[in-house]
């Protein structure tokens, strides 16, 4: 019977070499800087930062204020009277007051480039007041106007022969077109006296 081979000890594992690992540095503790006696707190300069500019703020504010209080009211008294007129209005029935609406959403919407000429006019009589030269704000108004009134008027023309196509574009119901129709032609006679009423108005507010 042959004899059993001797055992196999295993190697030792060979030694690894330090150069593939970087060196260990210890860390460094952190130390903490005392507060100076003569730097506020964080907190402090930022509540004090915060009310001087809420007092600037306030400040800016009334002088805004103080600025457009006469236009404030102007578009108060107009927005008032219009809500007095749609009061009046209801007292002629459902069908009376949506048919001016019709024509009013209407000719708001005409209106809105004549609102750009009379702007800048109002602009152009700020800019040349503020230049010292009068004499080109009072043209510049006249330009305005003249333009306005042309453009206006024109639109008006469509407005006055094409009322009723334009109202029934909006609402089937015969009396309800009617009172649209009526609305429309008689408020589209005055849009002349609108364009020039608009622009000297403008030229009041660009004054100051």
């Known amino acids: 019977m042959a004899a059993a081979p001797p055992p196999v000890s295993a190697a030792p594992p060979a030694p690894l070499a330090t150069s593939q690992y970087p060196p260990i540095i210890e860390a460094t503790p952190l130390t903490s800087t005392p507060p100076r006696a003569d730097i506020p707190a964080a907190s402090d300069a930022g509540l004090t930062a915060a009310r001087e500019s809420l007092g600037t703020a306030i400040d800016e504010l009334a002088t805004i204020l103080r600025a457009s209080g006469s236009g404030i009211a102007q578009m108060l008294i107009a927005m008032t009277s219009w809500i007095g007129l749609f009061k009046i209005l209801a007292l002629f029935g459902s069908a009376a007051l949506a048919g001016y609406t019709i024509a009013v959403r209407v000719i708001i919407f005409a ?42 008027g024109i639109v008006g023309l469509v407005f006055v022969v094409l009322a009723g196509p334009i109202a029934r574009l909006f609402h089937p119901d015969p009396e309800v077109y009617a009172y649209a129709r009526r609305a429309l032609w008689v408020i589209s006679l005055a849009f002349p006296l609108y364009a020039a009423g608009m622009c000297y108005g403008g030229a009041f507010n660009g004054a100051g």
């Open 111 to 152: 209106l809105m480039p004549a609102w750009g000429l009379s702007n800048a006019g109002a602009t152009l009589v700020g800019q040349n007041l503020g230049a010292g030269r009068p004499d080109r704000s009072e043209e510049a108004v006249r330009i305005a106007a003249r333009y306005n009134m042309i453009f206006l």
